[in-house]
């Protein structure tokens, strides 16, 4: 069993900051890849950001230059430092992470955390 534990959303301004945080738990170790994704009402869930376990990254398109995501193996967790953010940033954010195997993949998700850009 896996547990991913996301905190860090909230209400912002268009132009402010957030941090968003996830730790996993249980039976898992060193996951391959580390992430987030989003999903926006009426809009399918995208790639906002993963970190592999030897720290390479892959952002999403919109994201790219506003947001950093960063990870600690040795306490499972990843982070992701969002900045000069806009209210098409108004999502419910997903910690995700993976392990792959041979011939399948293990992926796990969070429940999510709100992030609302507002004026």
């Known amino acids: 069993q896996v547990q991913l534990v996301e905190s860090g959303g909230g209400l912002v301004q268009p132009g402010g900051s957030l941090r968003l945080s996830c730790a996993a738990s249980?039976?898992?170790?060193?996951?391959?890849?580390m992430g987030w994704y989003r999903q926006a009402p009426g809009k399918e869930r995208e790639l906002v950001a993963l970190?592999?376990?030897?720290?390479?990254?892959n952002y999403g398109d919109s994201v790219k230059g506003r947001f950093t995501i960063s990870r600690d193996n040795a306490k499972n967790t990843v982070s992701q430092q969002t900045n000069s953010l806009k209210p098409e940033d108004t999502a419910v954010y997903y910690c995700?992470?993976?392990?792959?195997?041979?011939?399948?993949?293990?992926?796990?998700w969070g429940e999510g955390t709100q992030v609302t850009v507002s004026s």
């Open positions: 249980g039976s898992i170790f060193s996951p391959d890849a």
């Open positions: 970190i592999g376990s030897g720290l390479s990254t």
């Open positions: 995700y992470c993976a392990t792959i195997h041979a011939d399948s993949v293990d992926q796990y």
